[in-house]
């Protein structure tokens, strides 16, 4: 049985053995500035020194990490959001980086119901 405490003791107990995750957040409040070019060489650059990466494009339907890879990506953020397809799914993986879509071209905004919430939040 665990108590409320128990991830907190898990996280301390990760960082004491050196396997904490570092998050690194490239934003800007205008577009096209190069914030993407700029994630992805970056990763890149941390991949050549066998460092794990994941690259997580948030503008969902207008993401270009995938198409700046020369890929055209089978799962997106949107997949995940709206389907049945956890994020284990929708990782992809290229130049040694694994990273996930934001997907371009999205025809329609969509709307979160209750229970895609839910299954967002468990994953």
Not at 2 to 8: F, G, I, P
Not at 21 to 36: E, F, L, P, Q
């Amino acid at each position: 049985m665990t108590d409320q405490a128990e991830k907190l003791r898990a996280r301390i107990k990760r960082q004491l053995e050196g396997k904490s995750a570092k998050t690194i957040a490239v934003i800007s409040g205008k577009g096209g500035v190069g914030k993407s070019n700029f994630a992805l060489n970056f990763s890149i650059s941390l991949s050549k020194y066998r460092k794990k990466v994941l690259l997580f494009d948030l503008d969902v339907g207008m993401g270009n990490i995938d198409l700046l890879l020369g890929k055209t990506a089978e799962k997106t953020i949107a997949h995940f959001l709206t389907e049945e397809y956890s994020l284990d799914d929708i990782i992809q993986k290229n130049y040694d980086i694994h990273y996930i879509a934001g997907g371009t071209g999205l025809n329609s905004a969509f709307k979160l119901e209750r229970d895609r919430v839910e299954h967002c939040c468990r994953n």
